[in-house]
């Protein structure tokens, strides 16, 4: 049985959400709303048990029980806001890219639509600095670096390689996911055999 065709999809949770001080409640509680879709969620270190692996193996042990994860899911759903910075976790962004090289949609969520140069100038308003400067051409500078100016929350490397955008929570994003594997298995959201991304990005 192929994968589109299974009843039950497999979604693969990616983001700075496992540093959270309730990160067992929050897991527990997105995977309820998941099963609630007809969704399987995985977890990070769903497939690790951390008291039989030595300490200088964790790190290992969790790329390569997350890399299993990953390819065992037919979806991901990604976390994509802001974490220690105004970017969104480096590590939840190598994992979309490691999805999108697989050919998997990946469903990225945020809790505003910002475009990037809103979020930077929101941030430099918050800390009491006036909004960047323009150059002539109308360009944006931050800190001696220009802004990317794509009207998009997501740097364009990011915002090409997912299938859709959800501004919401991973509950939202859940929800998008069946929208979106609904719309796949019917046929209507190839695009040119394809699954949708970038330009043909779908919004939820």
């Not at 974490?83 to 945020?110: F, H, N």
Request: with cysteine; hydrophobic share 40%.
């Amino acid at each position: 049985m192929s994968k589109n065709k299974k009843q039950r999809a497999t979604v693969y949770m990616a983001g700075p959400d496992v540093f959270r001080h309730d990160v067992e409640d929050f897991a527990h509680q997105a995977k309820q709303a998941a099963n609630a879709m007809g969704l399987d969620a995985l977890f990070p270190c769903d497939n690790l048990d951390f008291e039989k692996i030595p300490k200088d193996q964790i790190a290992k042990a969790i790329f390569e029980g997350n890399i299993a994860l990953m390819d065992q899911a037919d979806y991901m759903v990604a976390n994509t806001n802001a974490w220690r910075g105004l970017e969104p976790d480096s590590g939840t962004c190598w994992e979309m890219a490691y999805m999108y090289s697989q050919g998997k949609p990946v469903i990225a969520y945020r809790s505003s639509g910002l475009s990037m140069v809103e979020t930077v100038n929101k941030a430099r308003l918050e800390k009491g600095l006036t909004a960047m400067e323009k150059d002539e051409s109308g360009q944006h500078w931050h800190e001696g670096n220009f802004v990317e100016n794509f009207s998009n929350p997501l740097n364009l490397m990011l915002q090409q390689s997912i299938s859709a955008f959800v501004i919401g929570d991973v509950a939202k994003a859940f929800e998008c996911v069946a929208s979106m594997r609904h719309e796949i298995t019917s046929g209507f959201a190839l695009v040119n055999g394809k699954k949708p991304s970038g330009s043909n990005m779908k919004m939820c």
